[in-house]
C-alpha cells in the first residue's frame, strides 16, 4: 500500500470509525482512540506541515464534542502531529517493535499535553489519569496500530 493510500483511504476509515464508536454507540474508554492513531499514521508518511494541519482538524473535530477544555484536543493533536512527523527524520522505523514503541509514545504523550492544557476542574491526578489510564490507552493504540501496519503490508507501506 503506498503512501496516498494510506492518507486517502485509512485515515478517514480511522476517524469515521472513532466517531462511530465513541459519538455514536457511546463507547467512550472502551473504544481505542482512533484519532490519534489516524494522526500518527497519516504523520508517519507526510510532512511536518500536513501532520500539524490534520492534527489540528482531528484535535478540533475531538473538541467540537468537549464543553470543559474546548481547545486541548486541538493543541494535543497539533503538536502531536509536529513532533511525529519530525521521527521520519529522527528514526528509520524498519520493524514491527519500532511501529509499537512509537504508536505507545505518541498516545502517552498526547495524554500528557492533554493532562498540562487542560483544566483542574476536568482532568484527574496525574498518576492516576496519565500514567494509569494513559497507559492502559496507549498500549490499545499501539497493539491496534501495530496490527494495522502489519495488515496494511509491513513498515514497507509507510516508507
Known amino acids: 500500500m503506498t503512501r496516498k493510500r494510506v492518507l486517502g483511504a485509512v485515515v478517514p476509515i480511522l476517524v469515521v470509525m472513532h466517531l462511530f464508536l465513541h459519538v455514536s454507540l457511546g463507547i467512550e474508554g472502551g473504544a481505542p482512540d482512533l484519532l490519534t492513531l489516524a494522526l500518527l499514521l497519516a504523520a508517519r508518511v507526510s510532512g511536518m506541515g ?3 494541519a490534520l492534527g489540528f482538524l482531528l484535535g478540533l473535530l475531538e473538541d467540537a464534542f468537549s464543553v470543559l477544555a474546548f481547545g486541548a ?7 502531536l502531529g509536529i513532533l511525529s512527523a519530525r521521527t521520519r527524520d529522527l528514526f528509520v522505523g524498519d520493524s514491527l ?3 509499537f514503541v512509537y ?3 505518541g498516545k502517552l504523550l498526547r495524554e500528557a499535553v492533554y493532562w498540562i492544557v487542560a483544566g483542574e476542574i476536568v482532568r484527574d491526578p496525574f498518576p ?3 500514567l494509569v489510564d ?3 490507552a496507549a498500549f490499545y493504540v499501539a497493539a491496534l496500530g501495530t496490527l494495522l501496519v502489519y495488515v496494511l503490508g509491513g513498515t514497507r507501506a509507510l516508507r
Open 97 to 99: 517493535r519500532f511501529f
Open 103 to 105: 504508536f505507545f509514545g
Open 134 to 136: 494513559g497507559g492502559i
Open 128 to 130: 492516576a489519569s496519565v
Open 73 to 79: 484536543s486541538t493543541l494535543a493533536m497539533t503538536l
Open 50 to 52: 500536513l501532520a500539524g
